[in-house]
């Protein structure tokens, strides 16, 4: 039984694109809100492109030492199966508001093409004449591709691999072992192998620090259930992975950063810089939303999200730092504690709230349950469109997720 208490607080062809899918089967002060696309002739940044600025303030409620930045870290150009120019790419997500970006096109696939050694240094200059530390951390990275066991965004490296130097998931993991990195998995579940089902690797722990749970429009937690009957959020956290969890927009179009609804990711940093963002990443000081302008800070038992309590079992009390300024004063959401299941996560408690809030409650925890716990934002008014179990509470929409913490066993 848990207690409650809220306290009120106001160049290539598109054709790669299509190739490449048939293979494999925010904000600066505030947020970009509305429905403007950038322009495929876009030429550079410009201020005179309508952009509404909305959202919450970036200093936590709860916690000191670090702001908050909107963040999209999984985006394509015409480098590999994107449809926009590469040299318009930055520029428009700092146009939309974004605090973070990065360009992450396809290691080669198979037959299909992707990034060359040439677009690789492409990337790396593009982005270094987009980054502007303090105001803008612009971040080359790339995907490795597998048309069986998934994707993964790989993030500050030097070199890139495909399928031809890292042929499977353990591969890839040696890999990532000697090299300066972060890598997450992508859209998890729509490759049938995931991952070889997310098969533990100590020697990557603590380079894989990313779970996509929002991609493009989609919450990944029960994505696939009908055919398989398995959360990928489940899979991976009682596999042993200690992954934050993400948002992502997955851009392949030409107006990266100004959709609304597509995935995003919130990132608590001492500075917004590269190195700021990497710690916060390995850290896993992070949350997932597909809400531009959201902010989402909590914290358990004095811990915040991301990182380990000093417990295996006890009452552990719970703040939630939830916002979206004034277009939501009022919101009614829901507060859903997700803790391992067998295959859908077990949803100890749900707690109604409203946004702009900062929420308290209490939940008895016991490691021998399970060793994590998340916190899902839902909007009980909406469904989701990948539902999981009848009846699940689950079965609503996803506005965010926080990254998980962990009991010591």
């Known amino acids: 039984m848990t207690t409650h208490e809220h306290l009120h607080h106001h160049d290539r062809t598109p054709s790669r694109r299509s190739l490449l899918a048939g293979a494999s089967g925010l904000l600066v002060l505030a947020s970009a809100e509305g429905t403007a696309s950038a322009a495929a002739t876009r030429t550079a940044r410009s201020s005179d492109l309508p952009v509404k600025r909305t959202g919450a303030a970036r200093g936590s409620r709860l916690t000191q030492g670090t ?66 530390p303090g105001a803008y951390t612009a971040i080359r990275g790339f995907e490795w591709s597998h048309p069986l066991q998934g994707h993964a965004n790989v993030w500050f490296t030097d070199d890139w691999v495909d399928l031809g130097g890292a042929s499977g998931p353990g591969s890839l993991y040696s890999w990532l072992k000697d090299r300066n990195a972060v890598a997450s998995f992508n859209h998890p579940g729509r490759e049938a192998g995931m991952f070889d089902n997310f098969s533990f ?13 929002f991609n493009r429009g ?60 990497f710690e916060a990443m390995q850290a896993r000081r992070f949350f997932a939303t597909r809400v531009s302008g959201l902010r989402l800070d909590a914290v358990a038992g004095g811990v915040r999200m991301g990182g380990t309590l000093g417990i295996s079992s006890g009452d552990v009390r719970f703040t939630v730092d939830l916002d979206r300024g004034p277009e939501w004063e009022g919101k009614p959401l829901n507060v859903q504690v997700l803790r391992p299941g067998s295959h859908a996560p077990a949803v100890v408690d749900v707690i109604e709230t409203q946004s702009n809030r900062l929420t ?34 689950c079965n609503d929409w996803g506005v965010a997720y926080t990254s998980p913490w962990w009991l010591r066993a």
Not at 201 to 213: D, F, I, N, P
Not at 220 to 233: A, C, K, N, Q, V
Not at 367 to 389: E, M, Q, T, Y
């Open 201 to 213: 690797s100590a020697r990557a722990l603590e380079k894989m620090v990313g779970l996509e749970m």
């Open 360 to 393: 308290t409650f209490t939940v008895p925890l016991d490691a021998a349950d399970g060793d994590w716990i998340v916190l899902r934002i839902s909007d009980p008014s909406r469904a989701n469109p990948s539902p999981g179990p009848a009846d699940h509470p």
């Open 218 to 277: 989609d919450d990944y937690l029960f994505d696939g259930w009908s055919g398989t009957g398995r959360s990928p959020l489940v899979a991976c956290l009682n596999a042993g992975w200690r992954t934050g969890l993400t948002g992502v927009t997955d851009e392949h179009g030409t107006d990266w950063g100004f959709p609304e609804g597509k995935g995003r990711s919130g990132l608590w940093v001492t500075e917004n810089t590269r190195a700021g963002v």
């Open 67 to 132: 702001t908050l930045v909107h963040a999209d870290l999984h985006n394509h150009t015409a480098m590999s199966d994107g449809d926009g120019d590469p040299e318009l790419a930055f520029a428009s997500m700092r146009d939309a508001g974004l605090d973070v970006a990065a360009l992450t096109d396809h290691a080669t696939l198979l037959s299909i093409e992707g990034l060359s050694s040439e677009e690789w240094d492409r990337t790396g200059r593009l982005a270094d004449a987009a980054d502007d």
